[in-house]
């Protein structure tokens, strides 16, 4: 049993990226499902697959590097909020990663979504990890 799965996820990522695997595959969770989708959406991963046919559910995520440099779009994954010290913002204080070069994902009562949609939508809300 994992404590925090949101730290997991965000680790596996960054231990892939690091050995320059093309796929890593991660325990699966409706969380876990919604960053993976707004990972996509912005570019930081090249595909990814939900496999809710085996047990336990898995997710596999292919990972996007430059074609010649070989270098990884994923720069750095940074766990904000943590089980023993959660970490929220209104609308007001949205944080800005990399001046708006990073996204920052947060959980809020419109489900998770990135920074710059919450700024959009001008609400707050409970701030996951920074991804750059």
Same mark, same amino acid.
């Given at each position: 049993?994992?404590?925090?799965? $949101? #730290?997991?996820?965000? *680790?596996?990522?960054?231990? #892939?990226?690091?050995?320059?695997?093309?796929?890593?595959?991660?325990?699966?969770?409706?969380?876990?499902?919604?960053?993976?989708?707004?990972?996509?959406?912005?570019?930081?991963?090249? !595909?990814?697959?939900?496999?809710?046919?085996?047990?336990?559910? $898995?997710?596999? $995520?292919?990972?996007?590097?430059?074609?010649?440099?070989?270098?990884?779009?994923?720069? !750095?994954? *940074?766990?904000?909020?943590?089980?023993?010290?959660?970490?929220?913002?209104?609308?007001? !204080?949205?944080?800005?990663?990399? !001046?708006?070069?990073?996204?920052? $994902?947060?959980?809020?009562?419109?489900?998770?979504?990135?920074?710059?949609? #919450?700024?959009?939508?001008?609400?707050?809300?409970?701030?996951?990890?920074?991804?750059?």
């Amino acid at each position: 049993m994992v404590t925090d799965p $949101i #730290a997991d996820y965000l *680790t596996r990522i960054r231990n #892939a990226v690091m050995a320059k695997h093309r796929v890593v595959e991660i325990p699966s969770s409706k969380l876990k499902k919604e960053i993976t989708k707004i990972l996509f959406d912005k570019g930081y991963i090249l !595909n990814y697959k939900f496999e809710d046919d085996v047990m336990p559910s $898995i997710i596999k $995520i292919a990972l996007k590097y430059h074609p010649v440099s070989k270098v990884s779009a994923i720069t !750095n994954l *940074t766990r904000i909020s943590s089980p023993g010290l959660r970490k929220y913002v209104g609308a007001d !204080n949205l944080p800005r990663v990399m !001046n708006g070069l990073g996204i920052a $994902i947060l959980s809020t009562s419109h489900g998770v979504m990135s920074d710059k949609e #919450a700024r959009t939508k001008n609400i707050g809300g409970e701030v996951l990890c920074y991804i750059s």
